[in-house]
């Protein structure tokens, strides 16, 4: 019924005269439908994926259709952006519309919106219907890896319960392996201990020999790009005395060496109960005290106690010192060779007096 209609007047003997008027005829369009693309698209693509389709149905007359991208309108691109539309017109005579939209993407556009607008006209005015507002699947390869630790929030210490989170920036993920580096730069496979999807090792109830350097590793099975990131896991543990001079045989008022040595993480402190001088050594996880002390007779009795403490804990031993027996013994062993000494004096001035080898000592002697 879009059309002109003419009015013709008309008696004998006259012209006839007549008139024009255009009949417009509006229908507003259905709100637009948009599908987004269900597979999603690569921004490795060589040719340029199709990004959504907008459907407008019903409309009189015929509109059209832009796209816009974060409410920004689309212009077609050589190489970039392109439109496809088709129209149909029905057997009611009211037309639908659609449109295509391709385009190269980026990682950007992983939080990109797309929607499509429908411009139509009523009564000689332009007005427009939006439709929704979608998102696509954005695939890109992996580019950055983080390496964290949970949790997070306090030191890491023996007994723990640790999970080591591998990030990466891809979509899809890729495959996760983990790896600890052992002696001579060998690295262990921990691939149990793994979820390879989700890029996270378990380490349950860990000790001093969890500490080390891990590895994340991921293979991006699109790019076949390999990528990896490092970590030290650093396991806190209360001290351990490996090893003290107990027990100690001395003498009475000697100088010795008390050695107390012990492990621990983060490093420890030696305190000893008794004054001396003292030196310390550390290598590694590992300390040792040495103190030089003389010997008395409280330290006889007491001993001297190694403490050694840390943030994780304290751990102390009593090095117990006893007397020699033969520091005991030499009194009695003087007064044994004293006693022997005059013994075999005593034998020799007896045997020299019986062979007359020494004078009588008596004046006036009488030969029998």
Known sequence: DAR???CQVGAAGYDLGENRTELHVYKVPET????ANSGGVSVQSSEMPQIAQCVSRNSFPRPNITWHKNGVRLQPEENTVRFTATRTRESSGLYTVSSTLFAHVTRDDRNSSFHCTVHYWLQGQRRAVESRRVSVKVFYPTEHLNLRVMPSSA??????????????????????????????????????LTDTNRGVLSLN????????????????LDSMKQLEKDMELVVNWKPRIVSISSPLYVRHDEVVNLTCKAIAFPRPSVRWSINGTAHEYVENQHIA?????????????????CRVSNEMGISEERIQLLETPESKGVIIVAII?????????????????????????RTGKQDM
């Not at 023996?158 to 580096?181: Q, T, W």
């Not at 052992?182 to 262990?188: A, C, H, I, N, P």
């Not at 010997?295 to 001993?303: I, P, S, T």
């Not at 060779?337 to 000592?361: D, E, N, R």
Request: contains cysteine; aromatic residues 8%.
């Open 337 to 361: 060779v004293s006693i022997l000494v005059v013994a075999v004096l005593g034998a020799v001035i007896y045997f020299l007096h019986k062979k007359g080898k020494l004078p009588c000592g």
């Open 205 to 220: 109830n860990v000790n001093k020999s969890s500490s080390g350097l891990y590895r994340c590793q991921t293979l991006d």
């Open 4 to 6: 002109t209609f003419v």
């Open 155 to 192: 030191l890491v210490k023996e007994g723990d319960d640790v999970k080591l989170f591998c990030e990466a920036d891809g979509n899809p993920g890729p495959i996760f392996s983990f790896y600890k580096r052992g002696l001579e730069d060998s690295w262990q496979d921990l691939t149990p």
């Open 32 to 35: 637009p439908e948009i599908v």
């Open 289 to 305: 005290s040495n103190l030089t002390v003389r010997v008395n007779r409280d330290l006889l009795r007491a001993g001297a106690m």
